[in-house]
């Protein structure tokens, strides 16, 4: 099992989110996802499953360095396109 983040990207500010720039912490699976956010700050209300169609975190750029040297691998949009369907077909 594996723990991804793709690139940052830019988003909007919303109320409950002050950042502009982000990335998405992702996993095989959402337990292994939970433990390791944990392992780097993530709260577990910050988990989503919305838009992406997959289980993640949105991160700030600081986080997403954390989760690297913590051993999370660097992954570009066409990985994180594999990474959803995979999970679609599991459900």
Request: charged share 35%.
């Amino acid at each position: 099992m594996s723990v991804y983040v793709d690139d940052i990207i830019g988003c909007l500010v919303a109320d409950n989110w002050n950042w502009t720039r982000v990335a998405h912490l992702m996993a095989d699976t959402e337990k292994e996802l939970i433990a390791f956010g944990k392992r780097i700050g993530c709260k577990s209300e910050w988990l989503q499953h919305g838009r992406l169609g997959i289980p993640h975190f949105d991160v700030t750029i600081r986080m997403r360095d954390k989760a690297i040297k913590a051993g999370a691998i660097e992954i570009d949009r066409k990985k994180v396109v594999k990474l959803m369907q995979k999970y679609r077909r599991k459900k």
